[in-house]
């Protein structure tokens, strides 16, 4: 079923535009609200959010709608995606909602759903949802004395950064490093400092004051370049560097090098590895990570098993096969005996304890292979199917078999972004920016393309 408002992370566009304006975001809170009430008793949502400015529209009008369908709302403030997932649960509520449009410029704005298990809704459940919101859903709505009610929960980020810590070995201590952290001006701006400085680093902040326009502007992990000149800067040990709500890091390691989520999910698994503690023999990663990530596991005697683009397929695969270690390239990496999502935090924590136990650098440390030559380029198109196109169904045929069986060649659409993204690999550099550079210009030239 083709759905017309979730994607694949959730409901996601520019704020004050459909899908995200605060009707829909109201229509969201009425059918999510009524999905998951079951039982008399009283049923609670708790509501994050990141630092955007668009965030008080979309949580007053989702309040409106939760209360409206009957359900207690408990408003946690700015918070990384996974404390949301982590309270949940802690909090025995019947649905979490993080309002967010993760790397996305301000201008955007998202809702991510986890049901009372933490774990993000699955295709079918976000289906039945809505089905919800092209009804008539004010028909079923709560009657006035069983309307909800709204309350802001204190200690919420006290919580995180005890759940953080609580990772690592109690004996585990940060001290001796010096840090920096790039917070993205974004959901993680208080808790990713505390939580490092509590376990005896010294940190180093910086894009940690946000002012709800300037979130993922030229920082965070799809930016990390002021990163690496600041860990440069200060001679810090190592950096890194989170998303607008938390739940994706990169690293960077003494020499400014940028270490992506294909390097961080092999050194994790290496040493899980070796402790006992890996589950399903490998890692569980999507169809976007690097072949050489493939070939390394397998020299280790583990696997790599691909899914389609977005943590929640990764998440899903992990569940349904025993995996403990997955996540994506770039930087949501799912360690679930911790977490129920991607938790940027948690997985830069089992990273530095790798650096810190070695007592070597991270330059050494974090590069755990070299990388096959990869290139992705994007294609911004408006309307149409430009893949369906002759010219370019042929372009991709022609690329495949230059590549061959040595290489590889994934073009899909973007989830949440009107783009078309168009990646190749293989040994050779030169063939690999000659295929991706012709399909991309095979798109760009046709009547759909932007």
Same mark, same amino acid.
């Given at each position: 079923?083709?759905?017309?408002?979730?994607?694949?992370?959730?409901?996601?566009?520019?704020?004050?535009?459909?899908?995200?304006?605060?009707?829909?975001?109201?229509?969201?809170?009425? &059918?999510?609200?009524?999905?998951?009430?079951?039982?008399?008793?009283?049923?609670?949502?708790?509501?994050?959010?990141?630092?955007?400015?668009?965030?008080?529209? $979309?949580?007053?009008?989702?309040?409106?709608?939760?209360?409206?369908?009957?359900?207690?709302?408990?408003? +946690?403030?700015?918070?990384?995606?996974?404390?949301?997932?982590?309270?949940?649960?802690?909090?025995?509520?019947?649905?979490?909602?993080?309002?967010?449009?993760?790397?996305?410029?301000?201008?955007?704005?998202?809702?991510?759903?986890?049901?009372?298990?933490?774990?993000?809704?699955?295709?079918?459940?976000?289906?039945?949802?809505?089905?919800?919101?092209?009804?008539?859903?004010?028909?079923?709505?709560?009657?006035?004395? &069983?309307?909800?009610?709204?309350?802001?929960?204190?200690?919420?980020?006290?919580?995180?950064?005890?759940?953080?810590?609580?990772?690592?070995?109690? @004996?585990?201590?940060?001290?001796?490093?010096?840090?920096?952290?790039?917070?993205?001006?974004?959901?993680?701006?208080? #808790?990713?400092?505390?939580?490092?400085?509590?376990?005896?680093?010294?940190?180093?902040? /910086?894009?940690?004051?946000?002012?709800?326009?300037?979130?993922?502007?030229?920082?965070?992990?799809?930016?990390? +370049?002021?990163?690496?000149?600041? #860990?440069?800067?200060?001679?810090?040990?190592?950096?890194?560097?989170?998303?607008?709500?938390?739940?994706?890091?990169?690293?960077?390691?003494?020499?400014?090098? #940028?270490?992506?989520?294909?390097? =961080?999910?092999?050194?994790?698994?290496?040493?899980?590895?070796?402790?006992?503690? =890996?589950?399903?023999?490998?890692?569980?990663?999507?169809?976007?990570?690097?072949?050489?990530?493939?070939?390394?596991?397998?020299?280790?005697?583990?696997?790599?098993?691909?899914?389609?683009?977005?943590?929640?397929?990764?998440?899903?695969?992990?569940?349904?096969?025993?995996?403990?270690?997955?996540?994506?390239?770039?930087?949501? $990496?799912?360690?679930?005996?911790?977490?129920?999502?991607?938790?940027? +935090?948690?997985?830069?924590?089992?990273?530095?304890?790798?650096?810190?136990? @070695?007592?070597?650098?991270?330059?050494?440390?974090?590069?755990?292979?070299?990388?096959?030559?990869?290139?992705?380029?994007?294609?911004?198109?408006?309307?149409? &199917?430009? +893949?369906?196109?002759?010219?370019?169904?042929?372009? /991709?045929?022609? &690329?495949?078999?230059? =590549?061959?069986?040595?290489?590889?060649?994934?073009?899909?659409?973007?989830?949440?972004?009107?783009?078309?993204?168009?990646?190749?690999?293989?040994?050779?550099?030169?063939? #690999?920016?000659?295929?991706?550079?012709? /399909?991309?210009?095979? $798109?760009?030239?046709?009547?759909?393309?932007?």
């Amino acid at each position: 079923m083709t759905k017309r408002y979730f994607g694949t992370d959730g409901i996601r566009g520019r704020a004050n535009r459909s899908p995200m304006t605060p009707e829909i975001a109201m229509r969201v809170g009425m &059918a999510v609200g009524m999905s998951f009430q079951r039982g008399s008793h009283r049923h609670r949502v708790v509501v994050g959010k990141d630092t955007r400015l668009s965030g008080y529209m $979309i949580e007053n009008a989702m309040v409106a709608g939760f209360c409206a369908a009957g359900m207690d709302v408990f408003l +946690l403030g700015p918070i990384p995606t996974p404390g949301v997932a982590m309270l949940v649960r802690s909090l025995r509520a019947d649905i979490g909602v993080m309002i967010s449009a993760s790397h996305n410029p301000y201008y955007d704005n998202g809702i991510k759903l986890f049901g009372p298990d933490g774990y993000k809704l699955s295709d079918e459940i976000e289906g039945r949802i809505e089905q919800l919101l092209d009804k008539e859903v004010d028909i079923a709505l709560a009657d006035a004395e &069983a309307l909800g009610r709204a309350k802001r929960i204190d200690g919420v980020h006290d919580r995180y950064i005890e759940f953080a810590k609580r990772t690592l070995p109690r @004996s585990m201590s940060l001290s001796g490093l010096r840090i920096v952290i790039d917070c993205a001006n974004g959901a993680g701006y208080k #808790v990713a400092p505390a939580a490092l400085w509590e376990l005896g680093a010294e940190v180093i902040a /910086i894009n940690d004051d946000p002012n709800g326009l300037n979130i993922n502007e030229d920082c965070g992990s799809t930016h990390p +370049l002021g990163l690496s000149k600041k #860990v440069h800067e200060v001679r810090a040990d190592v950096g890194i560097a989170l998303d607008g709500d938390a739940d994706r890091v990169l690293m960077v390691d003494e020499n400014g090098t #940028v270490i992506d989520g294909d390097q =961080l999910m092999a050194l994790i698994a290496e040493s899980w590895h070796q402790n006992g503690r =890996l589950a399903g023999g490998g890692v569980v990663a999507t169809i976007m990570s690097n072949l050489g990530l493939e070939r390394y596991l397998a020299d280790q005697g583990l696997s790599l098993k691909r899914t389609k683009v977005g943590d929640r397929y990764v998440v899903e695969h992990m569940r349904a096969h025993g995996f403990n270690v997955g996540g994506e390239q770039s930087g949501h $990496i799912v360690l679930t005996d911790f977490s129920t999502t991607g938790d940027g +935090l948690v997985s830069a924590l089992q990273v530095l304890a790798c650096i810190k136990r @070695s007592g070597k650098p991270a330059s050494e440390v974090c590069r755990m292979f070299e990388p096959v030559p990869q290139l992705l380029k994007n294609v911004r198109f408006s309307g149409g &199917a430009p +893949l369906e196109d002759k010219l370019v169904k042929s372009a /991709i045929q022609d &690329a495949q078999a230059k =590549l061959g069986k040595s290489g590889r060649l994934v073009i899909r659409p973007s989830g949440t972004e009107p783009l078309i993204r168009v990646m190749a690999e293989a040994d050779d550099q030169s063939l #690999v920016e000659q295929v991706v550079d012709e /399909i991309v210009d095979v $798109i760009a030239a046709t009547k759909s393309a932007a």
